[in-house]
């Protein structure tokens, strides 16, 4: 089946410094993926959708210049946390549709854990 | 606006016995799909199961059911013969209305089962 990577799976930093995670389709193209971000104890939240070639979409309340969004390749999402504070710690997770699979089948990455100090 | 609504935080469940997970969800769409997820500790999302809102038989998928009650707006989740690998984080979630891949989750149920 489809899978979807995540890289790191773990990171901790600084307060202050950026952290970049990347999402990547290993076996399909997906011109849409999504970044949620999971609280300690609670549900995902979906932060925006990446979009290939284009500007991401945030939802309400994201901060765009915070969180920034590459969707340079159909196999690859970045996404960058600038100016990290110990509040951006959390899990990050992505997802991404497969083409040609309806619109209710899409694959998760297996999450990154951000920790900053 | 859409929203999904699971009342349980935890759950406890005997292995081998049967358990259901309560969701319950409010959309203005006529299309809509609802979604089971386990997360395990390691964090991975882990699909289970699948019903969409034209669905006239209730999913099923293994151990695994979905009591989808559409006039309650209900989709519970029916996990038979339990196993102790059954303990984790369950979520619900829903794409939210047609032409659009986005999901809003519930705030999830723990299940522990024992032994």
């Known amino acids: 089946g489809a899978v979807v990577s995540q890289h790191p799976s773990r990171v901790i930093c600084k307060s202050g410094t950026s952290v970049k995670i990347e999402c990547r389709s290993l076996?399909?193209?997906?011109?849409?993926m999504f970044w949620y971000r999971q609280f300690p104890k609670q549900s995902l939240m979906l932060m925006a959708t990446s979009n290939e070639g284009s500007k991401a979409t945030y939802e309400q309340g994201v901060e765009k210049d915070k969180f920034l969004i590459n969707h340079a390749s159909l196999t690859l999402s970045t996404l960058t946390v600038t100016s990290a504070h110990p509040e951006d710690s959390s899990f990050y997770i992505c997802?991404?549709?497969?083409?040609?699979?309806?619109?209710?089948?899409?694959?998760f990455g297996p999450g990154t854990r951000l920790t900053v100090l | 606006a859409q929203k999904i609504t699971q009342t349980q935080p935890g759950m406890f469940v005997q292995e081998k016995e049967a358990v259901t997970l309560d969701c319950t969800y409010d959309t203005s769409d006529q299309s809509y799909g609802l979604f089971w997820y386990k997360q395990p500790s390691s964090g991975e999302m882990i699909f289970l199961i699948y019903?969409?809102?034209?669905?006239?038989q209730n999913a099923t998928e293994g151990r695994y059911s979905l009591n989808f009650q559409k006039a309650r707006k209900s989709a519970n989740l029916v996990i038979s013969a339990s196993q102790l690998g059954d303990s984790a984080m369950y979520f619900c979630a829903m794409r939210e209305g047609s032409g659009t891949y986005k999901y809003i989750f519930g705030t999830g149920t723990r299940l522990k089962v024992l032994a």
């Open positions: 019903q969409g809102s034209y669905d006239e």
């Open positions: 076996d399909f193209q997906a011109t849409t």
């Open positions: 997802s991404a549709p497969p083409p040609g699979q309806g619109i209710d089948t899409q694959y």
